[in-house]
């Protein structure tokens, strides 16, 4: 079997390097400022908080694509007074767009655009995406707009953050590894879209996901069996299962989620499954490695030559090296306050 230091290894190598936290965190402290400061917004801005992968210590590194460098966006709500019988999706983001761009040279913005529910910002060395929430309604549910349609959607950012932590604190700190290692394997294997991600895949990771296994090559596998088995009635039928929104009650995270994207990723899931289970049983560290390529690709790392030092794997890293937090991150973690 693969030895786990080099799964540790693999995992600490996928995790946002701590100059990739420290750009993120300036751009949106710098986000944050602005619209606090600016003369015709500020009075609308009830608080500013960060949600998103990154706040859920869930986020994977940048990666370049050619010219292009694919970065994780940050994810920034802007919480407004309002009642969604009463307020405009499109005049909430204009209003949040036009205080984006004055600051836009302040800010370092490279791009700025106008997406279904937030504006996406590119910044020099991070990216963006700040939302209008509507502030908590009767239900104790934010509201998240959609300027095309006018529609508001229920929504809770910041239990998604707290069940994310949940579900870490429930696998001994193997869920946020466990979760990158996912992402990345998304990211490595395209489908015919980017669907499932995220946090739906992070829902669909806690219900499958071991509390016991410590050798993070064998969760995986065991994640990806548990995966195909529970979700084959949906294969057959072309489907997207529905996945309650831990937040929501009555709400479907994989909403949207079409049957062919859903399909795409589940075939490759089948795979990885199968490929997992070879590289296990594989005792030739040097084909197992092949194995585990094909699903993580080039970064996940090659045997130890005989002789060689190996870091032992506590040295390696701790499944929560993102931060100096703890196993099971605080519900505001301080590296992002």
């Known amino acids: 079997m693969t030895p786990n230091a080099r799964f540790t290894e693999f995992i600490k190598d996928i995790t946002p390097s701590d100059t990739t936290v420290a750009n993120c965190q300036r751009a949106h402290t710098s986000v944050r400022m602005a619209l606090l400061n600016d003369d015709t917004f500020k ?5 500013v908080f960060l949600g998103g992968s990154y706040k859920r210590f869930t986020a ?3 990666t370049k694509k050619g010219e292009t460098t694919e970065r994780p966006d940050v994810d920034l709500y802007v919480v407004i007074e309002g009642h969604p019988w009463f307020a405009d999706p499109a005049e909430l983001m204009d209003e ?8 836009r040279d302040e800010l370092g913005v490279t791009k700025i655009k106008r997406n279904r529910c937030s504006i996406a910002l590119s910044m020099n060395k991070a990216d963006l995406d700040v939302s209008v929430l509507l502030d908590r309604q009767e239900d104790d549910l934010f509201r998240i707009g959609n300027r095309n349609t006018g529609e508001w959607y229920e929504t809770d950012p910041e239990e998604h953050t707290d069940w994310s932590a949940a579900q870490n604190a429930r696998c001994s700190g193997r869920f946020n590894p466990m979760t990158r290692m996912v992402k990345w394997a998304r990211r490595q294997n395209k489908t015919v879209s980017r669907h499932p991600k995220s946090f739906g895949l992070e829902a669909l990771i806690a219900p499958h996901i071991s509390e016991m296994e410590t050798h993070y090559g064998q969760l995986f596998h065991d994640w990806c069996d548990a995966f195909v088995n529970a979700y084959s009635f949906e294969r057959m039928l072309g489907i997207c299962p529905s996945l309650q929104d831990p937040a929501v009650p009555g709400g479907n995270i994989l909403e949207g989620v079409t049957g062919d994207e859903f399909c795409a990723y589940y075939d490759k899931i089948k795979k990885h ?5 070879k590289a296990l049983e594989e005792g030739d560290q040097d084909k197992a490695t092949d194995y585990w390529r094909r699903i993580f690709g080039d970064r996940f790392p090659k045997a130890k030559q005989s002789g060689q030092s190996t870091k032992s794997a ?8 993102f931060t100096s937090a703890k196993a099971a991150p ?8």
């Open 273 to 277: 499954r199968d490929d997992s289970a």
């Open 330 to 337: 605080s519900a505001r973690p301080a590296k992002f306050a």
């Open 96 to 103: 949040l767009f036009a205080a984006l761009n004055r600051a």
């Open 43 to 47: 009075g609308r801005v009830k608080r």
């Open 60 to 62: 994977i590194r940048p």
């Open 314 to 321: 506590a040295a390696a890293m701790s499944p929560l090296s």
